[in-house]
């Protein structure tokens, strides 16, 4: 079974430029969640997503973060304009339901984000 | 708000010693938990999780966690620890009606020959 794909798994950018990142979760997974871990910290969660609905995104900040997923499958994040502080790695995860206690989220292997 | 706070932030162990990593959270409602390992240059994998039933779980490569449900904690075991075991241990609560998962901030474990 292939795992979450995602890319680049490299970008440097400098502060004020755009960047978008891209996943491709398990096929069949319903449920897809980008999270932002910043060097020394656990991954915080930015938005959930349930087929192409927007199920939590409370932690995303708006004015500068965005994702879509369309058709419900893959799935973009993008920034802009890009601050010092989103250097971070960006984790894709996708799950085969949403809502049920039993289920586990498998990561893709993450995009790290260098703003210069 | 919910949080997880891993106390141990670099531990350095040598083969067949054995390990045992704190993971506290604070939330009064039922809880799943989990493990996650990350090791050099992978992604993050599942190691085992705790929703219901035995409190003791058991997960891969000779890992297991004990759930203490009076003590706020889901500490990770392993009796004798091998160098292929060098990684980040992350846990991570899930409250019983959500799918936000809530991670600690992660213990680097070293293990030398």
Known sequence: EAGVAQ???????????SVAF????????????????????????LIQFQNNGVVDDSQLPKDRFSAERLKGVDSTLKIQPAKLEDSAVYLCASSLVTGTSADTQYFGPGTRLTVL | AQSVSQHNHHVILSEAASLELGCNY???????????????????????????????????KG???????????????????????????????????????????????????
């Open chain 1, 22 to 45: 891209w996943c491709n979760p398990i096929s069949g997974h319903a449920t897809l969640y980008w999270y932002q871990q910043i060097l020394g910290q656990g991954p915080k969660l």
């Open chain 2, 26 to 60: 604070s939330y009064g409602g039922t809880v799943n938990l989990f493990w996650y390992v990350q090791y050099p240059g992978q992604h993050l994998q599942l190691l085992l999780k705790y929703f219901s039933g035995d409190p003791l779980v058991k997960g891969i």
């Open chain 2, 63 to 113: 890992f297991e966690a004990e759930f203490i449900k009076s003590k706020f904690s889901f500490n990770l075991r392993k009796p004798s620890v091998q160098w292929s075991d060098t990684a980040e241990y992350f846990c991570a609560v899930k409250t019983y009606n959500t799918d936000k998962l809530i991670f600690g901030t992660g213990t680097r474990l070293q293990v030398f020959p």
């Open chain 1, 7 to 17: 890319s680049p798994r490299y970008k440097i950018i400098e502060k004020r430029q």
